[in-house]
């Protein structure tokens, strides 16, 4: 067969992705615990899920590839498209209105790496924790066939307010939806 185009698509870029959030969540971490009050710092998350399932290890992360919608009208030799992703948090507590500031700071720090990854970084490898990626480092994106041109975050939601099983106490599950624009040949 004769393949048009190498693209990845999403698939490449999830590692990517969840590379990025485990080496620098703690220096975002820092940032947002800077300003908390003594004895509330956020904790770095425990598990990162390409997937939302059953979380056994709390706070967690949740990476899904939404969408990809392409460029009707790109180039024929590229595929520029559009790729829509959430990230959920898991995060749990037992008070509230701390699980609210919670959420709000761990949007923020989630944010923070999101949109301060130099997009180069998409091409290089990584080291990565998951049990997908057993070598423990991603391949990155082969710059002579992928190009991330830009990463945006387009909407925070809080999540909803849970009462966890067997009176574990509460969970809450912030979300950030973001869009990746990239081409690919």
């Not at 999830?14 to 990025?20: D, E, F, H, K």
């Not at 080496?23 to 390409?50: E, M, S, T």
């Not at 070598?135 to 307010?161: A, C, E, N, W």
Request: charged share 25%; proline share 5%.
């Amino acid at each position: 067969m004769n393949v048009r185009y190498q693209a990845g698509f999403a698939k490449p870029l999830v590692n990517q992705l969840i590379a990025i959030l485990q080496r620098d969540q703690q220096a975002a971490l820092d940032i947002v615990n800077a300003a908390r009050p003594a004895g509330r710092a956020l904790k770095p998350f425990a598990a990162f899920y390409k997937e939302a399932g059953t979380v056994q290890n709390w706070p967690a992360i949740v990476l899904v590839a939404q969408e990809v919608a392409f460029d009707a009208n790109s180039d024929a030799d590229l595929r520029t498209q559009s790729i829509r992703f959430i990230c959920a948090m898991a995060i749990t507590g037992t008070d509230p209105e701390w699980l609210a500031e919670d959420a709000l700071d761990y949007l923020r720090a989630v944010d923070t790496v999101l949109t301060s990854a130099p997009l180069a970084d998409f091409c290089l490898p990584l080291a990565i924790d998951h049990r997908t990626v057993p070598d423990g480092t991603t391949t990155g994106l082969d710059p002579d066939i992928s190009k991330v041109q830009d990463l945006r975050i387009v909407r925070h939601d809080l999540g909803v307010l849970v009462t966890r099983a067997r009176g574990a106490g509460l969970a809450r599950g912030p979300q950030i939806e973001f869009v990746v624009e990239m081409e690919e040949r």
